[in-house]
């Protein structure tokens, strides 16, 4: 239904919705009440009131594209308007239901104080608190003005990289309008844990907290769904993203993935609306990454059918556990499982730490993380147990059960193989912790180029001086990190996609890559972040520019959910692990495979080198592109193939000899990731129909992948597959990629979707 064929009546409410849905979340009671009104309106018809009541339902907002129907409309009405009369919401509601042809009886003084006491039960008193629905054309006027020398489809290209995801989106966006959620520069830590607390009960309300859950729990059973809302949170604030996170991708992930109906049942409504905060208890603080020697225990009690979790040491006390400090009523611990004086490794078991009230269960110890570099909204603690007694139902069963006559059971018979199996919970929260990190990345760049646009310094002579973004070496810092921006996004879709529709035969696979993004994506925003910083110079160090929370609060992403170093010999592993295996133990066969791979290697090899075409078009060429990623990454794998074969076969143990390698195989696992992401750019690429996106896409890529090239020269020229006439041949292309992608910086980085008021960056302001 269009604007223009709403009923007066209809229309004098439609302000009082555009800002219920836009600068207000609505919880159950808001809704029940703004309900009860509106059926009360006599003035009302029916048929007008089951389409206002269509417009109530939190998991199902009304459309972007009817969100604009309304501003659009809105801002007509205002204009005719006169300014001194702008006094509420109600007025621009009453400018809106004249129809000349209309018969305005029905405008009585009753209806105009319903009215307004619609208005007062939604929270807003003002239209000065919402100048943005008078100003909205004027702004998008001054960022038309900036774009035009752009002939980029700044809405296409968004739409691109929000994939299927657009409106759920634009509704997180719409929420995080609200005054509830407004950023403070300055903030007490407990006060600023309850403030997120808040938050992530108003996101629970609305139903984003259990989106991956399955629908007879409260959810969609759609974890790209959750991913977007998680990435969305990104821009906004990153305590509240992992506060989110712990609660409903790690609390409520090993529930659902490490238990059983039962659990299910029982737990995952409640986790899912907020009524069980909980935490994911897994790190000690002596044993960080290395999980599977952690040294609390879990001992079967079969007297009394109970499970007994105790921390036996110092060292074994849960340490920088979300939810811990304050508001966690129940924690998922990991815990070596002892049956029958027999340790079965590393399972979950659920314990009550806090009751309703907040008080501390029996037998736990809590201590506070305290004041941290960052993220200090989220309330890390440390955890012991002393003799803590739970019941067996609390075994998160789903890899290892224990019956009722005390007999431990698991359908994977291989504890090493079960243990891998049941981290595989980790998988999505090193899916979703990259993506808040490139939102962060996303936001600074933003910041950086918009102000680099606007900010002049230096000039020659009396001449004007110059946009600092005009200098090569400005452009040099931002271009080929904002083409990297797009690089990671469709990477990580991708990985997205993979673990939605996950196998059990895909898990290896997918975890390898979860690790490998998940490490290169959040040290790209560290670096983006901090290069972005600079690139403002004092502006950036003002904390109301928000560098200082992006740079402090994602800093801790390198070794969140994984270290990145760990995490990317977890890869190197991976992507060698069959090869290795082929060498070591393959007798005859693998040495044939072997030489097979050294000499395909060696074809690659001398082809490469033979190419001294340094023509831009042959450098911006895919298959070249793709060849030089290749080449490295299977260089890589073979030599170190070779490295470990020699050491195992003069008797070296295979973990010395790993160490001998390790930096060698992190070089093996930086090269396979740098694949996997252009390989996903140009399948992007590919799949998209529009010419003029897929030449703006192309731009981009050839910066990331001839970027990423030059980046390595050093090994290329080690290698002798570059010449040095090529190299430098790249950087001339990668100079003027840089310039070009400059032109159209502003239209790309509004391509990102972030609105003003999430960005809330004064020299972003346009």
Known sequence: MLPETYSPQVASLIPLFYIGWSDSVLGPSEIELIQNKINNFDWINEADKQLLLSWMNPTNPPSSDLHQQWVETMQASAKKMNPDGRKSLVDLGIEMAKVPSENQTWLTKEVIDALKSLEAAIGVVSLELHSHILTHQQISEEKNAILSSSKIDVKGLQHVLDDDYIEIRENVFRILHDPMFNL?????????????????????????????????????????????????????????????????????GSVLWLGTEKHHKRYLKEIGNMELPGCFAMTETGHGSNVRNCETTATYDPATD?????????????????????????????????????????????????????????????????????????????????????????????FGDIDEKGVYSSPIE???????????????????????????????????????????????????????????????????????????????????????????????????????????????????????????????????????????????????????????????????????????????????????????????????????NTDEGHLKDPGFQLDAFVYRERDLMVSVGQRLRKFIKRGIPSYQAFLRCQTHLLEVAHAYVDRIILEQFLAQIEACEDPALKKTLKMLCDLYALHTIEKNKGWYLEQGCLSGAKTRAIRRVVDKLCKETRNDAFALVEAFGIPDACLAAPIAVF
């Open 306 to 398: 109970e499970i007994i979790v105790h921390s036996p040491t110092l060292s074994s006390g849960k340490d920088y556990i979300g939810n811990a400090a304050a508001h966690g009523q129940m924690a998922s611990v990991f815990a070596q499982l002892i049956v029958d004086g027999k340790n079965h490794g590393v399972h979950a078991i659920l314990v009550d730490i806090r009751n309703k009230e907040g008080k501390v269960a029996e037998g736990v110890k809590i201590e506070d993380c305290a004041y941290k570099l960052g993220l200090n909204g989220v309330d890390n603690g440390r955890i012991w147990f002393d003799q803590v007694r739970v019941p067996r139902f609390n075994l998160l069963n789903r």
């Open 184 to 252: 403070e520069t300055i903030r007490n830590k407990e006060e600023y844990r309850e403030q997120v607390l808040k938050w992530v009960h108003l996101l629970a309300e609305q139903g984003y907290g259990a989106l991956h859950f399955p629908e007879e729990f409260g959810g969609k059973n759609d974890m790209g769904a959750y991913a977007a809302v998680f990435e969305t949170l990104g821009y906004h604030d990153l305590s509240l993203v992992v506060k989110f996170g712990v609660q409903f991708g790690l609390w409520g």
């Open 414 to 612: 291989k504890e090493s193989k079960r243990f891998f199996t049941m981290l595989g919970t980790l998988v999505g929260g090193r899916m979703c912790v990259p993506r808040a990190g490139l939102s962060a990345a996303k936001a600074s760049l933003t910041i950086a180029i918009r102000y680099a646009l606007k900010r002049r310094q230096f000039g020659d002579n009396d001449q004007e001086e110059m946009l600092i973004m005009d200098y090569p070496s400005h452009q040099r810092r931002l271009m080929p990190r904002l083409a990297k921006a797009y690089a990671l996004d469709f990477a990580l879709t991708y990985l997205t996609d993979r673990f939605s529709t996950r196998t059990e035969e895909d898990m290896r696979e997918i975890e390898t890559l979860a690790a490998g993004l998940k490490s290169v994506a959040t040290w790209y925003t560290t670096d983006t972040i901090q290069e972005c910083r600079e690139a403002c110079g004092g502006k950036g160090y003002l904390a109301e520019n928000r560098f200082a929370d992006f740079k402090a609060d994602s800093d801790i992403f390198t070794t969140f959910e994984g270290d990145n170093t760990v995490l990317m010999q977890l890869v190197a592993k991976g992507v060698l692990g069959d090869f290795n295996k082929e060498i070591v133990s393959g007798g005859l066969l693998g040495m044939i495979n072997f030489a097979s791979e050294r000499f395909m290697a060696t074809i690659r090899e001398k082809n490469f080198r033979n190419i001294y």
